[in-house]
């Protein structure tokens, strides 16, 4: 099976034990907690081959998104400076807006699409999405593509 790699976004507790091992054991590294894989693979009860053979394939959601456009769907309340607040929110992450859509709002609600690229995001995506999802006038918060 050659060609392009594939890329699944899922979700860790669905993983084998392994994969969250190598993704800790990386984040050691790269935090300085390690200084070296048989250091970091001793902390996290894994083989170094398993790391080795792993570590190329396991990163996390947020790692994968940096410096990348990310395209996010907000299903919102029609209210009247929502939006702007909304996007304020963006601008407090540090998420550089590239393009908003919005369709008419019927039922009392608008879909709004928003892209921004997150390479100076100042927080993790996955939270970012919390704040967002826990807006008040937000219906639903997605990420369509990153």
Do not use: C, W
Not at 18 to 42: H, I, M, P, W
Not at 82 to 94: M, N
């Amino acid at each position: 099976m050659s060609g392009q790699p594939k890329y699944y976004i899922v979700e860790a507790s669905a993983l084998p034990e392994v994969f969250l091992k190598v993704a800790e054991a990386k984040r050691l590294l790269s935090t300085g907690e390690a200084e070296t894989v048989n250091e970091a693979t001793r902390m996290t009860d894994i083989s170094r081959s398993a790391f080795y053979k792993y570590r190329d394939a396991v990163l996390p959601f947020q790692n994968m998104m940096t410096g990348r456009i990310i395209t996010f769907q907000l299903l919102l309340h029609d209210e009247p400076g929502l939006l702007s607040e909304i996007l304020r929110l963006y601008a407090d992450a540090k998420a550089n807006i590239i393009t908003i859509n919005s369709i008419v709002p019927t039922n009392g609600t608008a879909v709004v699409t928003i892209s921004a690229e997150t390479i100076d995001l100042t927080m993790p995506l996955e939270e970012l999405m919390n704040l967002l999802s826990q807006f008040h006038g937000v219906v639903k918060a997605e990420v369509l593509a990153g």
